[in-house]
């Protein structure tokens, strides 16, 4: 009978403590190899067995990345690790591989439905022994060092941090689009970036200053500058190099990020990419197309006037000159009549 009722009682335990269908679960966790001297943080979201939500990854050689305890709330982790990669303080290569491995973990229905499985049941050591397995193969280190944290939030606490979020940033949004839009004064486009998987620059790596290759898409306004810069071929539009003057996070759900892009002075692209890994295409000058100037129409109908004030000045003076011969020719023909009289 005792042994009924602790049965009974440990399940009702366990049952009460696993996560809510409903619910989120979030892993985090930091890495150290010390060996090649390498520190990183990451963050797994998961709404289901076989899809990771959202991930953060980042690896440095500065020791204080790994300073950042993963027992911290999940939104602060996120925040610092986002905002390290906006800064550039990391290793590219070794992060870019790290996201190629998560996003390949992600592809792995199997695998993902295990990995899921183990951290709903808070079963830390199978979880990390899967985790810990895709960050060696990239690191290779046999002394590397990962510790873990699992957290549990609900949908509507995940929700309700967004929009504190969105509104935030919305504030700061709108303070600088009216400063720039008060500086530029400007014709704002849209337009598309053109993506590179092999060689181009990652988003998250994007800053103000660098020259991407966009594509104006067709529309009402678009199309007039599309044939301004003699852009249209047969079926396709040519790409040309934009230079960015302006990053940010826009509101909404999705967070997409606003690229803002200068093509010609005082003509601006404006893009939305929604995912912070795509790689985009950097201009280079020595295959790329940049854009023809179009002639100033003023300059040319000065032209058009002066050579045509020129020409009426000409054909003027001919004039006159014929005039001036016949005239003389009569008082001659004149003269000799009186002489034979």
Do not use: C
């Not at 500065?62 to 610092?80: A, G, L, Q, V």
């Not at 014709?187 to 290759?213: C, E, F, H, S, T």
């Not at 966009?214 to 040309?240: F, M, R």
């Not at 093509?263 to 201009?283: D, H, M, T």
């Amino acid at each position: 009978m005792l042994r009924i009722i602790y049965f009974l009682v440990t399940y009702m335990y366990s049952e009460i403590n696993l996560p809510s269908e409903n619910n989120l679960l979030i892993v985090k966790g930091r890495f150290k190899s010390e060996g090649q001297n390498l520190f990183g943080l990451f963050l797994l979201m998961f709404t289901d067995r076989t899809t990771i939500s959202l991930f953060h990854v980042i690896v440095s050689s500065y020791s204080d990345m790994y300073e950042k305890e993963p027992h911290i709330n999940w939104e602060e982790y996120e925040e610092y690790i986002v905002g390290k990669k906006w800064k550039g303080v990391y290793n590219n290569s070794m992060t870019a591989s790290l996201v190629d491995a998560i996003q390949a973990l992600s592809e792995d229905k199997k695998l993902m439905e295990i990995l899921y499985d183990h951290i709903y049941d808070y079963d830390y050591d199978q979880m990390d022994a899967i985790i810990y397995d895709v960050i060696n193969r990239i690191i290779h280190d046999k002394k590397l060092y990962m510790e873990s944290i699992i957290q549990e939030i609900s949908q509507e606490e995940y929700e309700a941090v967004r929009e504190e979020r969105d509104k935030n940033t919305e504030e700061e949004a709108q303070a600088v689009t009216t400063e720039t839009s008060n500086k530029l004064k400007n014709i704002i486009l849209r337009v598309d970036p053109i993506v590179a998987p092999v060689k181009g620059k990652p988003l998250y790596q994007l800053k103000v200053g660098d020259q991407v290759m966009v594509k104006i898409q067709p529309g009402k306004t678009e199309n007039y500058y599309i044939d301004l810069y003699a852009l249209k071929k047969e079926k396709s539009i040519t790409p040309i190099p934009g230079t960015v003057v302006d990053i940010k996070s826009t509101s909404g759900k999705n967070e997409v990020i606003e690229i803002l892009v200068e093509i010609s002075p005082g003509i601006f692209g404006k893009f939305v990419e929604e995912e912070r890994q795509v790689k985009l295409k950097i201009f280079d000058p020595a295959t790329d197309q940049t854009i023809k100037q179009p002639k100033i129409r003023e300059q040319a109908k000065g032209k058009d006037t002066e050579t045509y004030s020129e020409t009426n000045e000409g054909g003027n003076s001919l004039s006159i000159l014929i005039m001036g011969g016949l005239f003389i020719m009569i008082i001659l023909l004149l003269v000799a009549l009186i002489m034979i009289i």
